[in-house]
């Protein structure tokens, strides 16, 4: 019925609010947990808070989409984190103690000597969790650490005279 819309009453004196749809559209504030390791477009279900059924049904789901904002300096490949770190040459060459950023803060690392630009340094267990459909984590993934190996520039007159002697005894 094209009067009715198939509910069988008609609303002969509809109020101001509803306008005889017989239900209100509100905005209401949710607060939903998202568990660790949830990435772009993952979903989080909320049961019973979607809009109300037909005829006086039960309320459908709400689902929310996830978009995760990039990092200034981490990115992201599934559960592994990737960072690049600069360091200079005497820390390649000689290798070096280093603190590096990982997910759970601050993290000393070592750098073997003879590290070259594009090396790779893994740090298991320093990624994202693994997320499972229920929900819950199992184990993380890895971070791995790129070493760019920074030329210096603007150098002194004495650091030039120390990099020529070392120049004269390399290969």
Do not use: W
Not at 30 to 41: A, E, H, I, Q, T
Not at 61 to 82: A, D, E, M
């Amino acid at each position: 019925c094209s009067r009715c819309q198939g509910r069988g009453e008609i609303i002969t004196s509809p109020c101001k609010e509803c306008n005889g749809r017989a239900h209100v559209v509100k905005n209401r504030h949710l607060s939903v947990k998202v568990p660790p390791g949830v990435d772009n477009g993952t979903q989080i279900r909320l049961s019973g808070e979607g809009e109300s059924g037909s005829f006086n049904g039960p309320p459908g789901n709400l689902y929310v989409v996830i978009r995760v904002k990039s990092h200034p300096y981490f990115r992201r490949q599934n559960n592994t984190i990737h960072l690049e770190l600069a360091v200079n040459i005497t820390q390649a060459a000689l290798g070096d103690e280093v603190e590096v950023p990982t997910l759970d803060g601050k993290e000393m690392m070592t750098i073997p000597a003879g590290t070259q630009t594009g090396d790779t340094i893994r740090l298991r267990g320093k990624g994202v969790p693994r997320l499972r459909r229920d929900g819950s984590t199992a184990g993380r993934g890895d971070q791995i650490i790129t070493i760019q190996a920074r030329t210096p520039t603007n150098l002194t007159a004495e650091q030039r005279h120390l990099l020529l002697e070392l120049g004269k005894t390399l290969d």
